[in-house]
């Protein structure tokens, strides 16, 4: 399975919403999609529902993103499976990103 990237601008916030598997090969379509969308957004929220499989590459995608967004506003974490938000426990990451 692939991975579906649907980006809803809501003004100065994007919502991008993962469906499927976040993986070496799509985190690369992640990132080349979250180049230019996060120009001027304030606000980036992950909805990660359907977001059933993350791996290092997509996690280094998700930081990397965080760290532009701290530059210019805050991102937010929406909806993890408890397998996706296992893989963001054990890495440390779920310490310093904003999850609800």
Do not use: C, W
Not at 39 to 67: H, P, Q, W
Not at 72 to 89: A, C, I, K, T
């Amino acid at each position: 399975m692939s991975l579906e990237i649907r980006k809803k601008p809501e003004g100065s916030k994007l919502v991008v919403e993962l469906e499927g598997r976040l993986d070496t090969i799509t985190a690369q379509q992640l990132e080349k999609e979250l180049r230019t969308a996060v120009d001027g957004v304030t606000e980036l929220v992950f909805e990660m529902t359907g977001l059933t499989y993350i791996t290092s590459a997509g996690l280094r995608v998700i930081s990397a993103a965080m760290k532009v967004m701290k530059k210019q506003g805050h991102m937010v974490l929406r909806n993890m499976s408890p397998d996706v938000r296992e893989v963001f426990d054990v890495t440390g990451l779920s310490n310093i990103m904003n999850i609800e």
